[in-house]
């Protein structure tokens, strides 16, 4: 094997290894709390920062129009999922005028409401916005969770259901995010079309 082989299989097998028995409950539980979202028309609310920020946009997309796509059995619109760090104007309007650490917490204070489901990515778990959006939401009564890396931070006391991978890595704690959501993701289309 050359340098660049033993390199990618090192990266793959340390992926692999974070995913151990005890993540597949916590990946389930988050998966039927997805389906309770969207079956009864509550929002799903996802934010993150850097390239948390990029995979909590890319998964809101799946989930606002490629779920409702991949179900057949089910003629319906798309989840109700909004991404936090979506919106520029609000974003830089909201870290001039009452500070970064506020961007998600006051547009869930603003668009959320109790029984909500919020799932906040972050490779530390210690960015005061996140931390502030986990406790907003548990103040407006919003089931949350906390895919997190590294030691899990702060964000692990504050989650309901912090699915935490200790992997001090940046790069695969950003990976892990999108592997969650697209388990989730392809598990509800089959449960959706097979009732399994």
């Known amino acids: 094997m050359n340098q660049f082989s033993t390199h990618s299989q090192d990266y793959l097998i340390r992926l692999a290894k974070c995913f151990t028995r005890d993540k597949e409950d916590l990946l389930e539980l988050l998966a039927r709390d997805i389906i309770k979202i969207w079956d009864s028309n509550r929002r799903l609310f996802i934010c993150g920062n850097g390239g948390s920020a990029a995979n909590s946009i890319h998964i809101a997309n799946d989930l606002h129009y490629g779920l409702a796509a ?56 210690n960015s005061p916005n ?17 895919i997190l890396g590294f030691d899990g931070g702060i964000c692990k006391d504050f989650a309901d259901v912090p699915i935490h991978f200790p992997i001090n890595d940046m790069l695969i704690s950003e990976d892990i995010q999108m592997i969650v959501f697209n388990i989730c993701f392809q598990w509800i289309v089959k449960f959706k079309n097979q009732n399994i």
Do not use: W
Not at 80 to 103: F, H, K, M, R, S
Not at 130 to 140: C, D, H, K, T
């Open 70 to 125: 991949a179900v057949k059995k089910e003629k319906r619109i798309g989840m109700n999922v909004d991404a936090l760090p979506a919106n520029q104007a609000v974003i830089t309007c909201l870290a001039n005028d009452i500070g970064y650490e506020n961007i998600f917490s006051h547009q869930l204070n603003v668009k959320a409401s109790e029984e909500d489901l919020l799932v906040v990515l972050s490779g530390s778990g």
């Open 130 to 146: 996140v931390v502030n959006a986990l406790r907003e939401g548990s103040r407006i009564g919003m089931k949350s969770y906390a």
